[in-house]
């Protein structure tokens, strides 16, 4: 019998908003210079130049607002609503590109001079591998995601190069047959719930009797 995988977990970008306009304006700036010239991020969404224009914009307005003038501090913070936007829209480019490479996932977020929080993904279950009845088959076992769910269990016999889709099942287990006996085998498993697709689980490996 094989261990239960670790909960796997996917590094999320988080945007750490300073409350003081000057101190904003400081950590935007950092933002946009982290990510300036960056191979991480070849084709920044929303475009720097915006981003830095929208920084000067809430710089020029805060710089009216402390003249108390009427009408400025609400000016002010139009232009902070309108830069912090901008901001969610850079935290979502960042983190479709951390998506794209898990293993680099936070240093790709850091390097943007974003905040690193880890959340356990769907995917992060309970998912063990057992011989099966009979020779060349595999028992395997992962934790309920709840009524009207479905199970995709893959297995690779290449060492992960390539993956064979097993029978879906809308239990949190299943047996696959017609496996190589005497050979190490890899398991895989993805939960679909009402609320959407889980990640793939981490992958295990059996040694099949």
Not at 3 to 11: D, G, L, M, V
Not at 60 to 70: G, I, P, Q, S, V
Not at 148 to 156: C, M
């Amino acid at each position: 019998m094989n261990p239960t995988t670790k909960p796997t977990h996917r590094p999320l970008a988080s945007l750490k908003l300073p409350k003081p306009i000057g101190a904003l304006i400081t950590y935007a700036t950092g933002i946009v210079t982290g990510m300036t010239g960056n191979p991480a991020f070849p084709s920044p969404i929303p475009a720097l130049a915006l981003v830095t224009a929208a920084i000067a914009a809430l710089q020029n307005a805060e710089t009216a607002a402390l003249t108390r003038a009427k009408g400025t501090a609400a000016a002010r913070n139009d232009k902070r609503a309108a830069l912090v936007d901008l901001l969610e829209q850079l935290k979502a480019y960042v983190q479709a590109q951390a998506n794209a490479t898990p293993e680099n996932a936070v240093t790709i977020i850091q390097s943007a001079g974003l905040a690193v929080r880890k959340t356990p993904t769907l995917g992060a279950r309970t998912f063990t591998a057992n011989p099966g009845p009979v020779s060349g088959s595999v028992k395997l076992y992962t934790k309920s995601v709840g009524t009207r769910s479905a199970y995709l269990w893959e297995y690779s016999t290449d060492g992960g190069k390539t993956w064979v889709a097993a029978p879906v099942t809308v239990q949190a287990r299943t047996t696959i047959v017609g496996l190589p006996a005497g050979t190490t085998v890899l398991f895989r498993v993805q939960p679909v719930s009402k609320t959407g697709e889980g990640d793939w689980s981490q992958v295990i490996s059996h040694l099949v009797k």
